[in-house]
């Protein structure tokens, strides 16, 4: 599968942190106190959180049993998770004013259902698992389009500027320079007019969200990977190690080689 469905009943909180994949977040019963970019929600049963790996969150739970499920997506997989544009936009284009949090109403015992066969799939495998999980997906991400379409917003309507375009130039430049001049150049537009626009559709400026994305795969390759440090920066867009160092320990308060230490090689 292209994504990861767990579950859970641990009345665990989570300081301040991102990750390195997307996740949605649904709540089955209880209810969490989340912060995302600085903002508050309540998030009781029903709730659905989107989070993509630039949304630095905390959680509480503050009624319990707090259950839920939780879905995670490995950026390198958002395309293959599923094929509908409009649909992904949920993780990807979270602008200054984006919600976050949707609540399932009276479509609860769908999601509760929906969500619950999610992990059916995942568990038994089989020669369709897959065909399920994206059927599924569909289901799920269909209705909570039906339920809040604002938080579905194609790239084409929130810019005159291709941002969907945008943001695939700035992935493909991770592993070497980025130039905002010459992206600019490329649509037709100031440097200022590119990234007030990007600004609006994502939350983050181009250099915000190449220096996000360069330190979100570098954790990952921390987690998952053998390479060295240098090997790791080299991976990352930095050539120049103690750079990486420097850039890694002012976002995440600890050196790579720390974090890689702390027992963050093989999970979350």
Known sequence: MAFEIKYSEEPISHGLHTHTY????????????MTVRGRDYACPAGSLVFLNPFDAHASRPVELPY?????????????????????????????????????????KPRFDQYFSMLTTAQQEGGQYADTRAEAL?????????????????????????????????????????FSLQELAKKYHVSPNCLSVHFRRAVGLSPMQYVTQSRLNRAKFLLQHSEFSIAGVAQRC?????????????????????????????NGK
């Open 22 to 33: 997307y996740e949605l977040l649904y709540v089955v019963s209880g209810q969490v106190a």
């Open 137 to 177: 997906m569909t289901l799920i991400l269909t209705d909570a389009q039906a339920l809040r379409p604002d938080m579905f917003i194609p790239a084409n309507q929130l810019s005159f500027l291709p941002v969907q375009d945008i943001m695939n130039d700035l992935e493909n430049a991770l592993t070497g320079s």
């Open 67 to 107: 259950r839920r499920y939780y879905l995670l997506i490995p950026p390198t997989q958002l395309k293959a998770f599923h094929n509908d544009v409009l649909l992904l936009s949920v993780f990807r284009f979270h602008g200054e004013q984006f919600p976050y949090v949707m609540q399932a109403g009276a479509y």
């Open 237 to 265: 867009g930095y050539p120049d190690v103690s750079n990486f160092v420097r850039r890694f320990r002012a976002q995440f308060g600890q050196t790579p080689l720390q974090y890689r230490q702390a027992g963050h090689r």
